[in-house]
C-alpha cells in the first residue's frame, strides 16, 4: 500500500490535469462560433397597393416586383457581412440609400455595417432593398458570411479594410489605360512638334522664363492643347478612382454625385469632368486673383508654367496606374501609398515650379506677391490635397 499511494496520487494528478484541459478548451475557442447578431433573414416584403404598406412576399403572388424589400436590426459593434450572387445592375438601398450597383454578373460581398453611419435607423431598424430595373432580383442567394471566416481572413489573407477594393471593376481601368494611350499616340503622330516640346525633359529641368513654355505660337484652347489636358485628366482620375475605391468616402463628391462603389466608370469619367474644368477655370481664377492683387503681368507666365509642369509630371500618372493594376492584389497597402505619393507629388512639384520660374521675374520674397502666390497655388493645392489624398 505504501508503494501504490504514489501511483494513485500521480494517476489523480493526470486526471485532474485532463480534466482542467477540457473546460479550457472551450474557452480558447469561442471565436468559433461567435454570436451573430446581424443576420439576414428570408422574410422579404414587398410594397403593396396604393399606400405602399409592405406586405410579405409570396412568391407566386408577386412575381412582378422588381423590388424586394426586408427590415434589419443592424448592431453597429459588429461587421454585417452579407454574400449574393447578382445580375448586372442590381442595386441595394438601406434606408432609400444606394450603397451598391453590379456593374457586371459576378457574386458579392457586402459589409452593410459600414453604410450605416449617418443614417437614423426607423424604430431600431434600416430598410433594405433590393431593385434590378428589368427583372425581380433573386433573393434567396443572399446569405449571410459567417464571422468565423472573416476572423481568418484577416489573420491568414488580407485586413478588412481593403476587403472593398475586391469587386472594383479593374476592366474598365484596362479600357481608360488604353484611351490614354491612344491619346497620347494621336498627339505624337498629329502633333509632333508640340508633343516634343511638352514632353521635352531638357526644356522641363532648364526652362527660361522668357520663352512660350507651352506649344508655342497656339492659344490654350487649341486641339492639340485640349488633347494635353484630356489625357492628363483621364490619368489622374484613374488613379483617384483607384485611391477611392469607396466613392462613399468622399464626402464632397458624394454630395454632388452619389453613385454606387460598383459603378467605377461613372466615378472615372466625373473626375476626369471635374479635373479638366478645373485645370480649364485656372486661368479664370487667376485672371480674377491677378486683377484683385494688380499682376496682370504674371498671369501668363504663371498658368504656361502651370500647365506645362503638370502635363509633364502626369505623363508618368499611367505608370504608376500600370502598377496598382499589376500589384494591388499582393500588396495593396503599398500601392495605396504610391498611389497617393504620386498624386500628392504631381501637385506639389507643380506648385513649386510655379514658384521657381515667376521667381525668376519678381522675386517671391516681397510679401504682395507672396501673398498672392499663396491665393492661387498654395491653398487650391491644400484644398486639393485634402479632397484627394487625406480624404479616404
Not at 125 to 149: C, D, E, G, I
Not at 185 to 205: I, T
Request: aromatic share 14%; net charge positive; charged share 10%.
Amino acid at each position: 500500500m505504501h508503494r501504490a499511494f504514489p501511483k494513485y496520487k500521480f494517476t489523480f494528478l493526470i486526471l485532474f490535469i485532463v480534466w482542467l484541459g477540457a473546460w479550457q478548451v472551450p474557452v480558447q475557442g469561442q471565436v468559433l462560433p461567435l454570436e451573430q447578431k446581424n443576420t439576414i433573414t428570408g422574410n422579404w416584403l414587398v410594397q403593396h397597393g396604393e399606400g405602399g404598406q409592405l406586405v410579405p412576399y409570396v412568391t407566386n403572388q408577386h412575381a412582378n416586383y422588381n423590388a424586394l424589400h426586408q427590415w434589419l436590426p443592424i448592431a453597429q459593434a459588429q461587421p454585417f457581412n452579407i454574400a449574393f450572387a447578382a445580375p448586372q445592375d442590381l442595386c441595394l438601398f438601406l434606408n432609400n440609400r444606394l450603397v451598391f450597383k453590379a456593374d457586371s454578373a459576378a457574386n458579392y460581398t457586402l459589409d452593410l455595417t459600414k453604410f450605416t453611419q449617418g443614417t437614423e435607423p426607423v424604430e431600431g431598424k434600416y430598410l433594405l432593398t433590393v431593385w434590378h430595373p428589368a427583372q425581380q432580383p433573386t433573393v434567396s442567394t443572399f446569405r449571410n458570411v459567417a464571422l468565423m471566416a472573416d476572423s481568418r481572413q484577416e489573420a491568414d489573407q488580407r485586413p478588412l479594410s481593403v476587403q472593398v477594393r475586391e469587386y472594383v471593376n479593374q476592366n474598365a481601368f484596362i479600357i481608360f489605360m488604353l484611351l490614354i494611350g491612344l491619346i497620347y499616340g494621336l498627339l505624337r503622330v498629329s502633333y509632333p512638334a508640340d508633343f516634343k516640346s511638352q514632353f521635352d525633359p531638357n526644356r522641363f529641368l532648364h526652362s527660361n522664363p522668357q520663352e512660350d513654355m507651352y506649344s508655342v505660337g497656339k492659344p490654350v484652347g487649341a486641339v492639340s492643347n485640349m488633347l494635353f489636358v484630356l489625357a492628363f485628366s483621364l490619368s489622374l482620375a484613374l488613379l483617384i478612382a483607384a485611391i477611392h475605391t469607396n466613392v462613399q468616402h468622399v464626402r464632397l463628391f458624394n454630395r454632388l454625385f452619389p453613385v454606387s462603389e460598383a459603378d467605377i466608370t461613372t466615378k472615372i469619367l466625373f473626375y476626369t469632368l471635374v479635373i479638366f474644368s478645373i485645370v480649364l477655370l485656372k486661368y479664370v481664377f487667376l485672371k480674377v486673383m491677378s486683377f484683385v492683387f494688380g499682376l496682370e503681368q504674371l498671369v501668363q507666365l504663371q498658368y504656361r508654367e502651370f500647365l506645362r509642369s503638370l502635363l509633364f509630371m502626369g505623363l508618368f500618372l499611367p505608370l504608376v496606374m500600370l502598377l496598382y493594376l499589376s500589384l494591388n492584389a499582393m500588396m495593396p497597402e503599398a500601392i495605396l501609398l504610391i498611389s497617393s505619393l504620386a498624386v500628392s507629388l504631381v501637385l506639389v512639384i507643380t506648385i513649386l515650379r510655379v514658384f521657381y520660374t515667376v521667381n525668376k521675374k519678381a522675386s517671391v520674397i516681397n510679401l504682395h506677391l507672396f501673398s498672392y502666390l499663396c491665393a492661387t497655388e498654395v491653398i487650391p493645392l491644400a484644398i486639393m490635397l485634402e479632397l484627394i489624398v487625406f480624404n479616404f
